[in-house]
């Protein structure tokens, strides 16, 4: 061992000379001592196990200028000899890197040479904080907790760009985490160097211990070989990251750091909008104030308490423009920043796999704060008319917001020396009232307000504790949910409250190559009889199914609860071979949309995937091979999915990719798609896609891919789509992403009509009809972002994103095969349709049957959006700042039904804009 350490130094020594002597004259000198110390790979034991000593310094500076050019920084043990992870896992890294870290009470100091033999070539990109624009990097990833699992990582480009990365589970990655801490970059001769300050109080450690010993690891990226190299090595055959770093030992004797940190904010937003001269809420200009504030205080060294007040997220990029046809709630992501912030120890209710049939959300931070739920129409009819008689009403005007007001919200979390995990979340959502006036047709008003949204309390709750050094991990979800709606148009209506409670846990063997994993959770929701009728109606569970031999409704039941499970065995990493096997249930009952986001429930499913990797093949670059399948079943016992997939990636030795999917969906059920009524049997279809993408590395980078889909009964879809990104300048971004696409449907639900009780064949679809129609839909869409660098710490983004659309119906028709699949065309099959000059088609649906005609409104659409979007962001000091923002909105409608994208496209500015100005102004104080 003596031999091989003495060997290893000499070799280090060695190469770190001739690295010396080959340095070409680059920009400014590297004014380092260069000591045989400087060039030693620090290191004791294995090179899958690296460990360096930490240096505590006192009563020296370290003058903060990206240049390791103080003495101190030569008495800091030196980590070098890095390990490839990709292009060539396990190989030796194109490039040399030095890394050097000193502490003190108070702070972190990280300093890193990256030596480069050419320069010149250095993608040295400027952009703003936290960005995922093309550049070289060098990080450093802590492990202060020494769990194995959870590492705060900090990473800056040769422009002095800042990243920060919260992992956790020992390969999530939390890119939403904020730090604040400070660090420059300066291209030097031979390459490019970096140093770092990192306060204490960012990160989390117990201080109760004398001597620490934490979880270290260095990275650097380059980016013109798509290259990753670790000091700690980290094969791409790994199931983990964290729990194969290296060790920072000796730290010593250090203090409970301040960990407050407080953020007052002021904000001033001018809305202008078109509108209804004759409202009397409306103004065309809009003005308003706002005054609120984070805080952050560390409870203890290892908990942290994170509050916002009156929060405004007014710098936060608007919704995009979508069409939504179908009965479930389209999914948006959250973007306000306190509630992306460690979100990750709110996650609940999936597994380690490959694959899975996708189970319920139980904690969707976009509950708080949602678009109120209430309406005039609903409250009136409440009170009996009390508010406005509607038959001597002309016309009502309302003055309801978009977004109901956060009173508040907070969130404790951290990790105690145990290896308990912690995370709770508590927020609360005002009351919102409307005012309303009814313009009466006598010519007098009526005026008063009315509630548009109850207040909400909102609490969730999450444990998890770490066994056999991070191996084994048990844990424990609750969430609450309770409105104030008493007396209210509400209760017939919203659950008054709402629990989840569950359970989970994971356990990993052979160093986590084999991880088993599973959950369970039971959900229950209270209310009125009729609210929890409507719950038994709704679409994630249609309880009012007539040809379901299990569920019925309850009119009387007040409360509603179900059960949601899922059990996975994955074999997460291997040389070549992975896979994983899943089974899911989730009982009609179950039900999280109070506090989370869910679209089904009443399934079992079994899930399983098989994939294989070549890391070093002898054509390409990478090769990943896969193969998925999904059966699913309600608990009917009718099939509702049977999926085959199947499909590769290929990365090319010139850093180009390629990849491509095939599947095979089967004869299915489907027990929503009449919206309550009978099953209904899905043709099964066929379907490919594939991405062809080139080096983005390079200034000029794009790539472009297409969705094909048919099924035995005719339907199609169409897609294609591609990006294209340039980068003009170092410190200039543009990139455009379009999308085109076109589809048939021959299924299209309409309506629900009740047969008269005279009808002909009134028992055929059990005493309704099912009212479907073909569609033919056609979208475009494109986003284009420009975005204009000033410094590391000032920054203009602009996103534009027009977006057209149309949908023409035809062939209105009735379903006519409970269990299968059959239809009946009006004016053709049974019946008379005769369409109307306003639009409107008359149905007569069994002609001389007797049975009343009924008319459908009219369906075609023609739908155009324009969203435009500049935000100008000044980080004056660490932690503060300032924002300018300008949105606009433009949105049109023509019950046309027709594509055309040359009029479509050329009328997205006729409509008259909604621009919003937002100036918002925020100061740190902290530690």
């Known amino acids: 061992?003596?031999?091989?350490?003495?060997?290893?130094?000499?070799?280090?020594?060695?190469?770190?000379?001739?690295?010396?002597?080959?340095?070409?004259?680059?920009?400014?000198?590297?004014?380092?001592?260069?000591?045989?110390?400087?060039?030693?790979?620090?290191?004791?034991?294995?090179?899958?196990?690296?460990?360096?000593?930490a240096v505590r310094i006192s009563g020296q500076s370290i003058k903060l200028d990206g240049v390791l050019d103080e003495g101190i920084w030569a008495t800091a043990p030196v980590a070098t000899g890095f390990t490839q992870r990709s292009p060539k896992d396990g190989g030796k890294p194109s490039q040399r890197t030095e890394a050097r870290i000193l502490y003190t009470d108070n702070e972190v100091y990280v300093g890193i040479m990256a030596y480069d033999n050419a320069p010149d070539s250095v993608i040295a990109s400027l952009f703003r904080r936290d960005g995922n624009e093309t550049s070289d990097w060098v990080y450093v990833s802590l492990d202060s907790y020494n769990d194995k699992r959870t590492a705060f990582t900090f990473a800056v480009n040769p422009r002095g760009v800042q990243k920060d990365i919260l992992y956790f589970d020992d390969r999530g990655e939390d890119v939403l985490w904020d730090a604040v801490w400070e660090a420059e970059a300066k291209m030097v001769q031979g390459g490019w160097s970096v140093e770092m300050r990192i306060p204490m109080s960012q990160l989390r450690f117990s201080s109760k211990d004398d001597i620490k010993?934490?979880?270290?690891?260095?990275?650097?990226?380059?980016?013109?070989?798509?290259?990753?190299?670790?000091?700690?090595?980290t094969s791409?055959?790994?199931?983990?990251?964290?729990?194969?770093?290296?060790?920072?030992?000796?730290?010593?004797?250090?203090?409970?750091?301040?960990?407050?940190?407080?953020?007052?904010?002021?904000?001033?937003?001018?809305?202008?909008?078109?509108?209804?001269?004759?409202?009397?809420?409306?103004?065309?200009?809009?003005?308003?104030?706002?005054?609120?504030?984070?805080?952050?205080?560390?409870?203890?060294?290892?908990?942290?308490?994170?509050?916002?007040?009156?929060?405004?997220?007014?710098?936060?990029?608007?919704?995009?423009?979508?069409?939504?046809?179908?009965?479930?709630?389209?999914?948006?992501?959250?973007?306000?920043?306190?509630?992306?912030?460690?979100?990750?120890?709110?996650?609940?209710?999936?597994?380690?796999?490959?694959?899975?049939?996708?189970?319920?959300?139980?904690?969707?931070?976009?509950?708080?704060?949602?678009?109120?739920?209430?309406?005039?129409?609903?409250?009136?009819?409440?009170s009996g008319n009390n508010l406005f008689d509607p038959s001597e009403t002309d016309a009502t005007y309302t003055n309801t917001p978009n977004q109901t007001k956060i009173l508040g919200a907070a969130k404790l979390s951290g990790k105690t020396k145990s290896g308990l995990s912690v995370g709770t979340l508590y927020a609360r959502t005002l009351e919102e009232n409307s005012d309303y006036t009814a313009n009466l047709n006598n010519g007098n008003s009526v005026e008063g307000s009315f509630i548009a949204q109850p207040s909400n309390n909102f609490l969730v709750s999450r444990l998890k504790q770490d066994f056999n050094?991070?191996?084994?991990?048990?844990?424990?979800?609750?969430?609450?949910?309770?409105?104030?709606?008493?007396d209210t148009y509400f209760e017939n209506r919203l659950h008054n409250s709402a629990l989840i409670t569950g359970a989970d846990f994971e356990h990993g063997w052979n160093n986590r190559k084999w991880i088993v994993s599973g959950t369970a959770s039971l959900s229950s929701v209270f209310g009125t009889a009729d609210a929890i009728t409507r719950t038994q109606n709704a679409p994630q569970r249609y309880y009012q199914r007539l040809d379901s031999e299990g569920l019925s409704i309850d009119t009387t039941k007040t409360s509603l609860s179900g059960i949601a499970s899922e059990l996975s065995l994955q074999k997460a990493s291997g040389d070549h071979w992975t896979w994983s096997i899943t089974g899911s249930m989730v009982t009609p009952g179950y039900e999280t949309n109070d506090i989370g986001f869910q679209n089904r429930a009443d399934y079992r499913a079994i899930t399983?995937?098989?994939?294989?990797?070549?890391?070093?093949?002898?054509?390409?670059?990478?090769?990943?091979?896969?193969?998925?399948?999904?059966?699913?079943?309600?608990?009917?016992?009718?099939?509702?999915?049977?999926?085959?997939?199947?499909?590769?990636?290929?990365?090319?030795?010139?850093?180009?990719?390629?990849?491509?999917?095939?599947?095979?969906?089967?004869?299915?059920?489907?027990?929503?798609?009449?919206?309550?009524?009978?099953?209904?049997?899905?043709?099964?279809?066929?379907?490919?896609?594939?991405?062809?993408?080139?080096?983005?590395?390079?200034?000029?980078?794009?790539?472009?891919?297409?969705?094909?889909?048919?099924d035995r009964v005719g339907e199609y879809d169409h897609f294609f789509w591609g990006y294209l990104s340039y980068r003009p300048t170092t410190f200039i971004q543009i990139s455009l992403e379009p999308e085109f696409g076109f589809q048939k449907?021959?299924?299209?639900?309409?309506?629900?009509?009740?047969?008269?009780?005279?009808?002909?064949?009134?028992d055929q679809t059990f005493g309704n009809r099912y009212v479907f129609s073909d569609i033919d839909q056609t979208n475009f869409s494109t986003s284009f972002r420009l975005n204009w660098t000033f410094n590391t710490k000032m920054s203009l983004q602009t996103y534009i994103r027009p977006f057209i659309a149309s949908g023409k119906y035809y062939n209105l028709k009735e379903f006519n095969n409970p269990g299968g699949f059959g239809f009946d065309i009006y004016g053709e099959d049974q019946g008379t349709i005769t369409k109307n000059n306003d639009g409107t088609q008359t149905v007569d649906p069994d002609g001389a049957g007797g049975e009343d005609a009924f008319t459908v409104r009219p369906l075609d659409f023609n739908v155009s959006s324009l969203q435009g979007n500049a935000v100008f962001r000044w980080e004056y000091n660490p932690g503060s700042t300032f924002f300018l923002v300008w949105q606009q909105q433009r949105s049109g409608f023509r019950p046309n039904g027709e594509f055309n994208f040359g009029n479509d496209f050329g009328n997205l500015l006729d409509p008259e804009p909604t621009n919003v100005f937002l100036v918002k102004f925020s100061y740190w104080f902290g530690g």
């Open 608 to 710: 399983t995937s098989v994939m294989y990797q070549e890391r070093d093949p002898s054509f390409f670059q990478f090769v990943n091979i896969w193969s998925f399948t999904t059966h699913a079943w309600n608990f009917d016992n009718d099939l509702i999915s049977r999926g085959y997939n199947a499909g590769t990636y290929l990365q090319f030795k010139n850093l180009w990719s390629f990849n491509i999917n095939a599947n095979a969906n089967f004869d299915t059920i489907s027990d929503r798609i009449t919206r309550g009524g009978p099953t209904f049997m899905m043709p099964g279809s066929w379907n490919f896609n594939f991405n062809i993408n080139s080096n983005r590395s390079k200034r000029l980078a794009g790539g472009t891919g297409q969705f094909h889909r048919e």
């Open 213 to 233: 010993s934490w979880g270290v690891n260095f990275q650097r990226r380059i980016a013109r070989h798509q290259e990753f190299n670790f000091w700690a090595p």
């Open 469 to 486: 050094e991070g191996n084994t991990v048990v844990g424990g979800f609750f969430s609450g949910m309770n409105r104030d709606i008493d």
């Open 1 to 53: 061992m003596r031999k091989f350490t003495i060997t290893l130094l000499l070799l280090c020594l060695n190469f770190g000379v001739q690295a010396q002597q080959n340095l070409p004259e680059e920009k400014e000198e590297l004014r380092t001592n260069n000591s045989k110390k400087n060039n030693i790979d620090y290191r004791f034991g294995y090179a899958q196990n690296p460990t360096m000593e």
């Open 745 to 762: 449907d021959v299924d299209q639900f309409v309506q629900t009509r009740s047969r008269d009780a005279a009808a002909l064949d009134d």
């Open 236 to 382: 791409q055959s790994a199931s983990g990251s964290v729990s194969l770093f290296g060790r920072l030992n000796g730290i010593r004797d250090l203090e409970e750091p301040n960990r407050l940190e407080i953020t007052p904010y002021v904000s001033s937003v001018l809305e202008r909008a078109p509108g209804n001269v004759n409202n009397p809420y409306y103004n065309e200009n809009e003005l308003d104030a706002n005054i609120g504030g984070d805080i952050k205080y560390g409870l203890t060294s290892d908990l942290t308490i994170t509050a916002t007040i009156n929060p405004d997220f007014g710098q936060v990029e608007a919704d995009p423009a979508t069409i939504n046809l179908s009965q479930f709630e389209q999914f948006f992501s959250e973007r306000r920043p306190f509630f992306l912030e460690g979100n990750e120890i709110f996650r609940f209710g999936g597994t380690k796999t490959f694959n899975n049939y996708g189970n319920p959300n139980t904690f969707y931070s976009r509950r708080i704060g949602r678009s109120p739920q209430g309406n005039l129409s609903q409250a009136n009819s409440f």
